[in-house]
């Protein structure tokens, strides 16, 4: 099992899950801000599952999830950003889909049969977040400010996979690889200054008493 | 059998309404009563939609992948209310995107108890337990409301409304038996949300002379609704270790609560739009409301 | 919103049951009204199968006309009380009281 892989993957799920589930509540459409939640419950959900692979049964998943350094994250700087704007929220949930397809299907692939089992059931339930994210692709692609919003994504979606899988990635999106100078700063690897202010709240709560105690 | 005929005259519709009678959204009714239907399950669908804001914030903030995933689903939950309560309201007359430009133009009213600041996770695990506790009290009543559209939706919101109570009580439970400062988070929450509740029901008037109730949309008076509080939720407070800030709070010998009379005149001032956060709230709506037409004008286009 | 369609939401709780009424919500299409219908009325998994219908295909039949005694098509339309009561004594056969 590679577990920087895993992690990148749990991270990914975690992180782009709190980011969606900031919607709840002030999506566009009461009927959409239904769905939406759903699917930012249904990520973290995943990242919760991989993270109790990754430490066992034993092991302490919140933990795993909360209480690293910043720098031990492993998450792609396109969960990170902060996109309370729709088109730019719609555009990033696309492509995560479209390239989280390609890196779930080589993960169901894994000679570790936990691991391929799990993403197994993991890509069951991204068939349904695929599905509502290319209804709403093709509802928006006409405008002007969703195109746009891709565009500004398009190298943070390419930086998400390794350089093996991006080749399907540009095929799957109809989009041309950027150089690799264009890719600086968006590849896994690195993180935006937007993850600090992130973890800050997501564990103000949990700093606030010692380590260990029970919420 | 002959379908049940809705009497066209409004004494006749009153007394049938009054007997149990429920009425259906191609019925005719009385324009009295149309109104105060859309004006009482108006302020329903916007407290569930304001209702969010409290807790949406500390969303973002939970301590654990579990807090996280069962405090989303519960706001989740809340803005699904919205959604089925604003369809009632439209069949109504009233469209949605007229009911929410009231909301932000702070021409509509929605519950006290959303106009007040969530200070901490204790508020977080008060509100789910006790606020939502007062609300299930109020919507069990309205399950037999003589408009059954309105009733119909509300066995689905009842049900929903039974796991954020458990959710409520479980982030209490946790706090309590936790630290020392995670018992206190919890006994300053219900120190600040007490008020609010006993006001939440709303100021004692006789049932006959409430209108909602008259025309059976409601089904108890405010006072009933605020006993039957006081019976489920003091003692599961008291047992807690957690004290009600209210020193005149007991139960007579003959079963009836009595308390320190709750502030009628913050109520009013409150809910006409003059909470500590009513602004704020408000203002926050309207930003995403604004931000995100272009959304609705895009998907909804015909 | 009034004026977008509306699409009534049947759902089954589970199989074996019929479809019953569970509400409306506005979308502009079918696969939008699934995608929101799926999560409005079977997130917890209350739902085992929906139906989407969107409202202008639904007709409405509400005026029953019964104006001359057509009670023999229902139960309260026979009084067999006395009748019985009659066969029952003629045969012998009526119980104590």
Not at chain 2, 80 to 103: M, S, T
Not at chain 2, 134 to 159: D, E, G, V
Request: proline share 5%; aromatic share 10%; net charge negative.
């Amino acid at each position: 099992m590679n577990e920087q892989v895993l992690l990148g993957l749990a991270d990914d799920e975690l992180v782009l899950g709190w980011r969606e589930s900031e919607w709840t509540g002030i999506a566009p459409l009461l009927e959409e801000d239904v769905a939406f939640s759903s699917i930012a419950q249904n990520e973290i959900g995943h990242a919760r599952a991989v993270y109790e692979l990754i430490v066992g049964e034993d092991g302490d998943a919140d933990a795993l999830a909360f209480d690293r350094k910043l720098d031990e994250y492993r998450c792609s700087p396109l969960v990170e950003l902060h996109l309370l704007e729709w088109a730019h929220t719609i555009a990033r949930r696309w492509l995560y889909e479209v390239a989280d397809e390609i890196r779930i299907t080589a993960l169901k692939d894994d000679p570790d049969t936990a691991v391929a089992g799990l993403a197994a059931k993991i890509d069951r339930e991204e068939a349904y977040h695929r599905m509502h994210a290319e209804m709403w692709h093709d509802r928006l692609g006409d405008e002007p400010r969703f195109q746009a919003a891709v565009e500004d994504l398009w190298p943070y979606a390419v930086g998400m996979l390794p350089e093996g899988l991006r080749a399907d990635l540009a095929v799957r999106t109809g989009l041309d690889l950027p150089s690799n100078n264009l890719l600086q700063g968006h590849e896994r690897g690195t993180h935006t200054p937007e993850l600090a202010p992130l973890w800050d709240e997501m564990t103000i709560v949990r700093r606030s008493a010692p380590t260990g105690a029970q919420w | 059998m002959a379908a049940v005929e809705i009497p066209r005259d409004e004494q006749a519709f009153l007394e049938y309404v009054q007997s149990g009678g429920q009425v259906e959204t191609t019925d005719w009714m009385p324009e009295d009563y149309r109104k105060k239907l859309i004006k009482f399950i108006e302020m329903h669908g916007n407290s569930e939609l304001m209702g969010v804001l409290p807790e949406r914030e500390w969303i973002l903030r939970a301590p654990t992948l579990q807090r996280k995933l069962a405090l989303t689903a519960k706001v989740q939950d809340e803005v699904g209310h919205a959604q089925l309560i604003y369809r009632v309201v439209e069949d109504l007359g009233k469209p949605r995107e007229q009911c929410l430009a009231d909301l932000v133009d702070g021409k509509a009213k929605f519950h006290n108890v959303f106009h007040y600041p969530t200070q901490s996770w204790g508020d977080v695990g008060v509100i789910a337990w006790l606020v939502d506790a007062a609300a299930i009290i109020s919507q069990k009543a309205l399950l037999k409301c003589s408009y059954a559209p309105y009733a119909r939706i509300m066995k689905k919101i009842c049900w929903e409304e039974s796991f954020h109570i458990l959710h409520g009580r479980d982030v209490i439970l946790a706090m309590v038996t936790g630290t020392p400062a995670q018992f206190e988070l919890v006994q300053e929450a219900l120190d600040r949300w007490w008020g609010p509740l006993m006001q939440f029901h709303g100021n004692p008037i006789p049932a006959d002379e409430d209108p909602m109730f008259l025309w059976r949309i409601k089904s108890q008076g405010n006072e009933e609704a605020r006993q039957q509080f006081l019976d489920g939720y003091v003692p599961q407070i008291h047992e807690l270790g957690l004290t009600v800030p209210d020193p005149k709070l007991h139960k007579r010998d003959d079963g009836v609560w009595e308390y320190t009379e709750p502030d009628w005149d913050e109520l009013k001032h409150v809910v006409t739009g003059h909470g500590p956060k009513t602004e704020e709230r408000l203002a926050f709506r309207r930003r995403f409301l604004e931000q995100e037409q272009w959304v609705r004008d895009v998907v909804l286009a015909a | 919103m009034s004026e977008h369609p509306v699409w009534e939401v049947f759902r089954k709780e589970r199989r074996g049951q019929p479809f019953e009424h569970a509400g409306s919500v506005v979308a502009p299409d079918a696969d939008f009204a699934e995608a929101w219908a799926r999560e409005q009325y079977g997130r917890r998994g209350e739902s085992v199968a929906l139906w989407l219908v969107p409202r202008d295909s639904i007709r409405d039949v509400e005026d029953w006309a019964d104006e001359f005694d057509l009670k023999y098509r229902r139960v309260d339309g026979y009084s067999i009380k006395a009748r019985l009561k009659e066969a029952r004594e003629r045969a012998g056969t009526a119980g104590p009281g």
